[in-house]
């Protein structure tokens, strides 16, 4: 039995790999062309061709039309303005309450209060940690307006189930798919479900250009409404519609997307499906040869759901073992792999929601006119949210480029490495 290099042993991964970069030669390329062309942005915020950007800007959304299927594409400068131009096109605003995931980012119901909305938190599912269609019922009133659900760490959640509530109560659904691109979910590919979703071109994601996103939707209203709010619809509204004097709400700002990170785009939108592959590939592996282990629960993917792993999750039962979390991250990392702990603390628990305060001398949109303290962010509403940032998840980027089966079989080495050296580190954890 090999000692733990938390206890004094020889790790057994030393090397230090760089983190996943899909850049090739037909990105530098297309940076190239861009920069010799002097065009860095096509984007004019005035009515005609050039309020919807230059020409690498309209050849990725016209791109994204095609892989995805859907009517229209309008690009944003990232993912996060990006919903909040999807919850504006959706006309949410004060008064309104749209039910999220207390498990995702922060700009996510971030969206919901820049457009004066209130954001309503459901619980998650332990499964696939994505939003829980049986919390969503429970949480809708009569100021809900739509669902904005999350497609978590590659997977998704029961959109079938979520499309009947949308549909009986008559509310709307946007897909927040910055993490999930190519994944599928009831057959359908994630991004096409909804009435409107967004993905996400941030350095770390499976489509990268640095910063940047997009937003697609098959319905011409919302897709007009977020080109307006992308480019500073205020300023030209009247232009737009000429004679007809047909006045349009809208607030705008500067949300475009470069064309420089458009070109790279493009080229990044070609090789999803194969970096999905390499994924789904390595994660299929990892989750077989870690079927022994009782207190590791590997991801769970729905029958016609196809998982992408954006990262891995697993979760991490301490009554089966007899160790923390922590001390098993702690081990696992001193052997050379590094996983995190809980993910993300619920958003209900950040100090903006506990203090109901987001602007100075005002609780506006908490406590107003239109919502008189029905915004109920207390410790214990999504208590399965709650255990696994607690206790119970980790993630890790071991099925990423460059790891191969070579890394795999050896986290799962110092997995059993662990399991063998329980008692040892019981011993460990009482002496700290």
Not at 44 to 61: D, H, Q, T
Not at 89 to 100: K, M, N, R, S
Not at 309 to 320: D, I, N
Request: proline letters at 4%.
């Amino acid at each position: 039995m090999q000692k733990l290099a938390l206890l004094g042993g020889t790790p057994l991964f030393k090397k230090t790999l760089k983190p996943c970069n899909s850049f090739g030669k037909e990105e530098v390329k297309a940076v190239t062309n861009v920069l010799k062309g002097q065009v860095l942005s096509g984007f004019l915020a005035r009515a005609g061709n050039s309020f919807l950007g230059g020409k690498y800007v309209k050849k990725l959304e016209k791109d994204f039309c095609e892989y995805f299927n859907v009517k229209y594409a309008v690009s944003f400068n990232s993912a996060s303005t990006a919903l909040q131009a999807a919850v504006g096109a959706l006309g949410v605003g004060p008064g309104d309450q749209v039910i999220t995931s207390p498990f995702t980012m922060s700009a996510t119901p971030s969206a919901v209060l820049w457009n004066n909305a209130l954001p309503v938190f459901a619980d998650i599912s332990e499964d696939n940690f994505c939003i829980d269609p049986k919390d969503i019922e429970k949480k809708i009133n009569k100021k809900t307006k739509a669902i904005l659900a999350i497609n978590l760490f590659g997977n998704s959640p029961d959109y079938r189930q979520i499309l009947k509530i949308a549909k009986k109560q008559n509310l709307k659904v946007i897909e927040d798919n910055s993490q999930s691109p190519g994944a599928v979910s009831g057959g359908k590919l994630t991004g096409t479900i909804g009435d409107i979703s967004v993905f996400s071109f941030n350095f770390h994601k499976a489509i990268q250009a640095g910063e940047g996103g997009i937003l697609l939707t098959n319905n011409k209203k919302y897709a007009f409404r977020a080109q307006l709010i992308r480019n500073h619809g205020e300023a030209i509204i009247d232009d737009l519609y000429g004679e007809n004097k047909i006045y349009e709400p809208i607030l705008g700002s500067n949300f475009r997307l470069t064309e420089i990170q458009a070109a790279i785009v493009v080229e990044q939108l070609k090789k999803l499906k194969k970096l999905n592959q390499q994924r789904i590939a390595l994660a299929n592996y990892l989750t077989k040869r870690l079927e022994c282990y009782l207190w590791l629960i590997a991801p769970k993917v729905a029958k016609n759901n196809v998982h992408v792993y954006y990262v891995y999750p697993l979760r991490f039962l301490k009554e089966k073992i007899g160790i923390s979390r922590k001390t098993f991250a702690q081990a696992l990392s001193a052997e050379g792999f590094y996983v995190a702990e809980g993910y993300q603390k619920p958003l209900y628990l950040m100090p903006m929601y506990q203090k109901k305060e987001i602007y100075p001398n005002s609780k506006f949109p908490f406590l107003s006119k239109e919502f008189s303290n029905q915004a109920k962010y207390e410790k214990g509403i999504c208590p399965v949210a709650e255990r696994m940032y607690e206790k119970e998840l980790l993630f890790c980027t071991i099925c990423q480029k460059p790891y191969t089966k070579k890394e795999i079989d050896l986290f799962c080495a110092a997995v059993k490495k662990i399991e063998e050296n329980v008692e040892e580190l019981k011993k460990y954890e009482k002496k700290k």
